[in-house]
């Protein structure tokens, strides 16, 4: 069995309702690969309808140190992310930090 150097932390959001993310997910999903050294995150996917914003989050996320400030990551989001389920996102972001940050302190 290969040795994994990475973790994947999934969290999920209730998405806006009258969204085309609501109307096709119910939620806001994340799913995000973090190095186990590191704590970067080197890979991440959201529950988006299209590859654009799918890409847009992937290059947003892609290198943030998930044990820091996730203040700063919805700061960004925030700063360039327009839309109805902004506020999901963050809220899906907190939870995989949160269920990250949990079980790292009970591998230690």
Do not use: C, W
Not at 36 to 48: G, L, P, R, S, V
């Amino acid at each position: 069995m290969q040795n994994l150097t990475s973790i994947l932390v999934t969290a999920y959001a209730k998405a806006p309702q009258g969204t085309s993310m609501y109307e096709m997910y119910k939620h806001a999903g994340i799913v995000l690969e973090i190095d186990k050294e590191t704590h970067k995150i080197i890979d991440a996917e959201f529950t988006f309808i299209t590859g654009l914003a799918q890409n847009f989050f992937k290059r947003m996320l892609v290198g943030f140190d998930f044990t820091s400030n996730i203040d700063e990551l919805i700061a960004r989001i925030d700063e360039h992310y327009y839309a109805p389920s902004s506020g999901s996102v963050a809220v899906a972001l907190q939870s995989a930090q949160k269920r990250y940050l949990e079980k790292i302190q009970k591998s230690k």
